[in-house]
């Protein structure tokens, strides 16, 4: 990713990762509010770690078989690439100008 769009990811990615937090402290302060009662704070709080470890255990789920991390190769940056078409164009146009009588 070229480097002026890095933030811009690192942004995206911490957003996402707030709304998560967010979504899961709302459903574990609905589970608290709905358990305290019925089942006493002891086991309403180990009824909140349950659902944390559910949570955690649907996600590495979702990691080990939806996601592919390829295997990382030795290529040009976005950057390397994009100053390498600048330089190779001119360096062309500067011989053909050299070889003209």
Request: aromatic share 0%; proline share 0%.
């Given at each position: 990713m070229p480097s002026e769009r890095q933030g811009l990811a690192g942004g995206l990615v911490n957003s996402i990762v707030h709304l998560g937090i967010t979504f899961c402290l709302g459903f574990a302060d609905i589970i608290q509010a709905e358990?305290?009662?019925r089942v006493g704070l002891l086991k309403s709080y180990k009824a909140i770690f349950w659902f944390g470890v559910a949570?955690?255990?649907?996600a590495l789920f979702l990691m080990a078989f939806f996601v592919k991390v390829e295997k990382a190769k030795s290529d040009l940056t976005a950057d390397e690439k994009r100053d390498l078409e600048k330089t190779v164009p001119k360096k062309?146009?500067?011989?053909?100008q050299d070889n003209v009588p």
């Open positions: 358990t305290i009662e949570a955690a255990s649907v062309r146009q500067d011989n053909a």
